[in-house]
């Protein structure tokens, strides 16, 4: 048979190992209890010897072989727990020394070799947390460490605090003096260690040095209240405090055992990192305060003087960071993040000063530039190869620019310049980062078209400016246009007003809805250009129908209405034929389509519908009702708009129709290029 689907025979074979060590935890653990129900007189005195002698020493014993157990079999971490396990070892011995020895001379002696063994513990302790902080110590940064050691300084004060007034040695017996104040001073740098750790964690020291830190401060806690009475004079052997060895030991043992798992860096938001400093300048400041008036032992004046310090000096690189992060956040609200120029939220700050300081004597320039050509390009190389293609370009036109100017990237393929030049200047100027902004490649030519307003001779305030500079720059945009696509549309718009003039101003009308309707979408560079040009010619394809079905008086009939559905995809046809309209013919192809999915030629609904086919079919409709036809007289621009609310959701797409309904209040017309008058 072989094994269960659930337990492999690898998982198997590891519950034995796994078995006997958590066996071998709950039996010291056991062991541990037996003998604090000792020390708390639940056994009697009969079993003191063996409570006090074998079974105390068993379990410091124990712990030691935990850590050199660990120190074998874990290579990268061998000698930190084989000075564990030294330091332990050594703290035992002093206790077997002390108890065997010194606990029968009447009045015990010090210093002692018990006292060497004791405090050989600590360095031994010292350089095992130095060698496991290494990980966590690489991972930390500036301010962790600053906090680990206010922590530790903060620590060592409290302990001051606690141990010294407990001692009253003679200052003439030196050795003993040492001896006597070695033991707080090296408990309290053994707790500023493990705060230290903690604090360089972020104060999250995870399960393994957290056992750590509880099982030294175990240690000395113990310690300390050994000493505190000892001096006075109250302590007895067996009682409570001695459970606190044993355990301290333990502890540390089982975080030798637990896995070393990977330090993770402590979030900037935690709290934890704000609140501990604080509560520990606080501390010190209060300890400073009683140590002046005489409340608490000098000793401990002087690390607190040190936490107060160290806190402050935190704050100031607190205050200093924070500054430079608001800096930061700052200049990246107002830099592009591909190009690295201004943005547009710059130039709108920047531009306030500018027409609040210039003068005739003292002229500021804005040119907007918009590329040609680019929606090519990407659509040609992909997203990618179009963003290289917009870093370089903005390289180019701020190098341009130089110092006695800014450049600005508005967005998609729009940028800025503000400068202080007067007219003959800017001309110069303008045709410089024109020429700035160009790329051409064997398959492909990315040029650019601008529009400049002289401040204040132009314009006098910050919107007036944008706008004027829109203006001209799409003006120039349409004397760019390549002269293929221009001919094409000039000669379509003549056929157009040759055959019917009052649907050319009817296109036009269209047109400059869309417009403003495409600005308030986000819409911009060639998109909003070619929507421009959709507007003027979606209804090109009817010049296809007969004059007799256009303007006939009466509804038409199944076979008419057949007759007109068909004039988009006429008009695609008629605009593919020009290369350069051929993003055109697509968006007139579907201006009649219907957001439920009932118009046509294709039947789209919803998104499927381009968004400039949309917006076409929602002015179109408008500059519909509210002039004349043969069937109706025109409407109000009331009535026309609430007609259009009536039919969003079926006929329109809502958003547009809201939008529009928005715009058309309040809209300027916008000249749509300056190309002759067909």
Same mark, same amino acid.
């Given at each position: 048979m072989g094994w269960p689907p659930v337990l492999s025979p690898a998982t198997m074979q590891t519950l034995p190992r796994l078995d006997k060590r958590k066996a071998t935890i709950g039996l010291v653990g056991f062991a541990w209890g037996l003998f604090a129900l000792h020390t708390l007189g639940l056994f009697g005195d009969f079993a003191a010897p063996l409570f006090d002698d074998w079974l105390y020493v068993t379990l410091l014993a124990a712990a030691a072989v935990a850590c050199l157990w660990r120190a074998v079999t874990a290579p990268a971490e061998r000698l930190a727990w084989s000075l564990m396990s030294a330091a332990i070892v050594s703290w035992t011995l002093g206790d077997v020394y002390w108890s065997t020895d010194l606990a029968t001379l009447a009045g015990g002696g010090t210093p002692s070799i018990a006292d060497s063994l004791y405090l050989s513990f600590y360095p031994l302790a010292y350089a095992t947390l130095v060698l496991l902080i290494r990980n966590q110590a690489g +991972?930390?940064? /500036?301010d962790l460490w600053v906090d680990g050691i206010i922590g530790a300084s903060c620590a060592t004060a409290i302990a001051f605090v606690i141990a010294f007034p407990a001692f009253e040695v003679s200052a003439d017996d030196t050795a003993e003096l040492a001896i006597t104040l070695a033991y707080p001073v090296l408990d309290a740098v053994l707790l500023g260690f493990v705060i230290l750790v903690f604090g360089l964690s972020g104060w999250r020291p995870g399960r393994r040095w957290t056992l750590i830190g509880v099982g030294l401060t175990a240690m000395a806690i113990s310690d300390g209240i050994y000493l505190v009475e000892t001096a006075r004079g109250t302590y007895a052997t067996g009682g409570i405090l001695d459970a606190g060895w044993p355990a301290a030991a333990l502890l540390v043992a089982l975080a030798a055992w637990q896995p070393v798992g990977s330090p993770s860096a402590p979030r900037d938001s935690d709290r934890r990192l704000v609140l501990v400093p604080f509560v520990c300048g +606080? $501390?010190? *400041?209060? +300890?400073?305060?009683l140590a002046v008036f005489g409340g608490v032992p000098q000793a401990a004046a002087l690390p607190a003087l040190l936490t107060l310090l160290l806190v402050t000096g935190r704050m100031a690189i607190a205050f200093v960071e924070g500054q430079h992060a608001m800096d930061e956040n700052r200049r990246e609200a107002l830099t592009d993040g591909l190009t690295g120029l201004a943005n547009r939220r710059a130039l709108l700050a920047d531009l306030e000063r500018a027409v609040a300081r210039a003068t005739m004597d003292d002229p500021r320039v804005c040119i907007v530039l918009d590329l040609d050509g680019f929606k090519a390009y990407n659509d040609a190389f992909g997203h990618p190869a179009g963003d290289k293609l917009l870093s370089r370009l903005g390289q180019r036109l701020e190098d341009v620019v130089g110092v006695q100017g800014k450049a600005y990237r508005l967005g998609g393929d729009e940028f800025c310049v503000l400068a202080r030049r007067d007219a003959v200047d800017a001309r110069r100027l303008a045709d410089a980062v024109r020429a700035s902004l160009t790329e051409t490649g064997e398959a492909f030519a990315v040029t650019s078209s601008a529009g400049m307003v002289a401040i204040p001779a132009d314009a006098a305030a910050p919107a007036e400016v944008l706008q004027v500079a829109d203006r001209r720059m799409y003006a120039d945009k349409g004397r760019r246009s390549s002269s293929a696509g221009h001919q094409s549309r000039a000669v379509l718009l003549r056929i157009l /007003?040759?055959?019917?003039?009052?649907?050319?101003?009817?296109?036009?009308?269209?047109?400059? *809805?869309?417009?403003?309707?495409?600005?308030?979408?986000?819409?911009?560079?060639?998109?909003? %250009?070619?929507?421009? /040009?959709?507007?003027?010619?979606? %209804?090109?394809?009817? $010049?296809?129908?007969?004059?007799? $079905?256009? /303007?006939?008086?009466?509804? *038409? %009939?199944?076979?008419?209405?057949a007759f007109v559905r068909r004039h988009t995809v006429i008009g695609e046809r008629i605009l593919g034929a020009?290369?350069?309209l051929r993003p055109v013919a697509r968006l007139v192809r579907s201006t009649h389509e219907r957001w439920d999915g009932g118009g046509y030629p294709d039947g789209l609904s919803g998104d499927d519908i381009p968004l400039g086919s949309r917006i076409v079919a929602v002015c179109d409709a408008y500059e519909a009702m509210v002039n004349d036809r043969p069937y109706r007289p025109a409407l109000s621009p009331e009535l026309a708009v609430e007609e259009l609310f009536t039919n969003a959701g079926t006929q329109f797409d809502p958003k547009v129709v809201q939008v529009f309904s928005a715009a058309v209040g309040e809209r300027v017309p916008e000249p749509l290029t300056t190309y002759p008058a067909a």
């Amino acid at each position: 048979m072989g094994w269960p689907p659930v337990l492999s025979p690898a998982t198997m074979q590891t519950l034995p190992r796994l078995d006997k060590r958590k066996a071998t935890i709950g039996l010291v653990g056991f062991a541990w209890g037996l003998f604090a129900l000792h020390t708390l007189g639940l056994f009697g005195d009969f079993a003191a010897p063996l409570f006090d002698d074998w079974l105390y020493v068993t379990l410091l014993a124990a712990a030691a072989v935990a850590c050199l157990w660990r120190a074998v079999t874990a290579p990268a971490e061998r000698l930190a727990w084989s000075l564990m396990s030294a330091a332990i070892v050594s703290w035992t011995l002093g206790d077997v020394y002390w108890s065997t020895d010194l606990a029968t001379l009447a009045g015990g002696g010090t210093p002692s070799i018990a006292d060497s063994l004791y405090l050989s513990f600590y360095p031994l302790a010292y350089a095992t947390l130095v060698l496991l902080i290494r990980n966590q110590a690489g +991972l930390a940064s /500036r301010d962790l460490w600053v906090d680990g050691i206010i922590g530790a300084s903060c620590a060592t004060a409290i302990a001051f605090v606690i141990a010294f007034p407990a001692f009253e040695v003679s200052a003439d017996d030196t050795a003993e003096l040492a001896i006597t104040l070695a033991y707080p001073v090296l408990d309290a740098v053994l707790l500023g260690f493990v705060i230290l750790v903690f604090g360089l964690s972020g104060w999250r020291p995870g399960r393994r040095w957290t056992l750590i830190g509880v099982g030294l401060t175990a240690m000395a806690i113990s310690d300390g209240i050994y000493l505190v009475e000892t001096a006075r004079g109250t302590y007895a052997t067996g009682g409570i405090l001695d459970a606190g060895w044993p355990a301290a030991a333990l502890l540390v043992a089982l975080a030798a055992w637990q896995p070393v798992g990977s330090p993770s860096a402590p979030r900037d938001s935690d709290r934890r990192l704000v609140l501990v400093p604080f509560v520990c300048g +606080l $501390i010190a *400041l209060v +300890l400073v305060t009683l140590a002046v008036f005489g409340g608490v032992p000098q000793a401990a004046a002087l690390p607190a003087l040190l936490t107060l310090l160290l806190v402050t000096g935190r704050m100031a690189i607190a205050f200093v960071e924070g500054q430079h992060a608001m800096d930061e956040n700052r200049r990246e609200a107002l830099t592009d993040g591909l190009t690295g120029l201004a943005n547009r939220r710059a130039l709108l700050a920047d531009l306030e000063r500018a027409v609040a300081r210039a003068t005739m004597d003292d002229p500021r320039v804005c040119i907007v530039l918009d590329l040609d050509g680019f929606k090519a390009y990407n659509d040609a190389f992909g997203h990618p190869a179009g963003d290289k293609l917009l870093s370089r370009l903005g390289q180019r036109l701020e190098d341009v620019v130089g110092v006695q100017g800014k450049a600005y990237r508005l967005g998609g393929d729009e940028f800025c310049v503000l400068a202080r030049r007067d007219a003959v200047d800017a001309r110069r100027l303008a045709d410089a980062v024109r020429a700035s902004l160009t790329e051409t490649g064997e398959a492909f030519a990315v040029t650019s078209s601008a529009g400049m307003v002289a401040i204040p001779a132009d314009a006098a305030a910050p919107a007036e400016v944008l706008q004027v500079a829109d203006r001209r720059m799409y003006a120039d945009k349409g004397r760019r246009s390549s002269s293929a696509g221009h001919q094409s549309r000039a000669v379509l718009l003549r056929i157009l /007003r040759e055959r019917e003039p009052a649907m050319h101003a009817h296109l036009v009308g269209v047109a400059e *809805l869309a417009l403003a309707v495409a600005r308030e979408l986000g819409m911009a560079g060639e998109e909003l %250009d070619e929507l421009a /040009r959709a507007a003027e010619l979606h %209804d090109i394809g009817k $010049i296809a129908i007969p004059e007799e $079905i256009l /303007r006939k008086p009466g509804p *038409l %009939d199944p076979e008419e209405w057949a007759f007109v559905r068909r004039h988009t995809v006429i008009g695609e046809r008629i605009l593919g034929a020009a290369p350069a309209l051929r993003p055109v013919a697509r968006l007139v192809r579907s201006t009649h389509e219907r957001w439920d999915g009932g118009g046509y030629p294709d039947g789209l609904s919803g998104d499927d519908i381009p968004l400039g086919s949309r917006i076409v079919a929602v002015c179109d409709a408008y500059e519909a009702m509210v002039n004349d036809r043969p069937y109706r007289p025109a409407l109000s621009p009331e009535l026309a708009v609430e007609e259009l609310f009536t039919n969003a959701g079926t006929q329109f797409d809502p958003k547009v129709v809201q939008v529009f309904s928005a715009a058309v209040g309040e809209r300027v017309p916008e000249p749509l290029t300056t190309y002759p008058a067909a």
